[in-house]
């Protein structure tokens, strides 16, 4: 969901689902059929179904649930302009990856009521929303995806606004280079960490995911906090944070903007090429 295309693909068929939530009779199922084609093109290129479809069960339906119970949420700015404002909101200092299924697997939740007045008793955990609406709505075989009119859906804004954002995207990814090269490192190894955090996260392949704001990790290792710091996570099961001055007192260690505190067992070590530390233990 990094991808260029893929951002650009999700945000315009994220635009269908409320176009067809917006519409009655054959202007919406067109735009449902639409959705549907962006949908399949997108997951024909990247691979992407399977990852897709979990997180838009396991988010997107936990917040249709949320809107659903709470329709008071709508009342000031009403049902599809609160939709469009949560869109553009989406994609602000965020990866899609992270946020995309809160929104697309709420869309297709609420088009299914429209459809398919028993679909909650069918839902499971290998479902895929998309094809049961397709299914609820008759469409027995989706319109092919260069007869789709993308520009019904703002394409061109958002492609203008995605080529800024890749802009963005790889200055950021520099500068977190940057901080990986130019400073001490200390590595805590947590494959069983718990995560909270406030703020923003963006993944990067060759890295791995960066929090921007307040983050608490914990994990049998004990428990990191970073205050509106950068932090990073890498997909190997290491995190990471720069430890230039780090300070360390007993079981506990301080950084510029974090603070460490190890639980019996676990110890900072420096590392083995005397570039920065590591945390052992148990």
Sequence with gaps: MNEMEARISIRVEVNALITALDSYGEDRLSAINDALSIRAERRHIFGSEVDENRLELWEGLAQYTEFYLNPRRFAFFG???YLEMWAAGMVRGISLEHAFGYLSGALYAFLLDEFDAAWKERVHGGS???????????????R?????NLNNYDHALISIEEIGWATTREAMLQEIKEIL?????????ANDVNLAFSGQRFTF????TVFRGDVEFSGSFGRLFVQNGDLIAHQDGFIVVAANDMRIDGNQAFGPNWELTLNDGYEIQPEPDGNGFRVTGN
């Design 79 to 81: 049902f599809i302009p």
């Design 128 to 142: 895929d929303l998309g094809l049961m609406l397709q299914e609820a709505v008759g469409i027995s075989e989706i």
């Design 144 to 148: 092919p995806f260069n007869e789709v």
């Design 181 to 189: 090269t130019s400073q001490p490192i200390l590595h805590i190894y």
């Design 205 to 208: 392949a060759d890295i791995g």
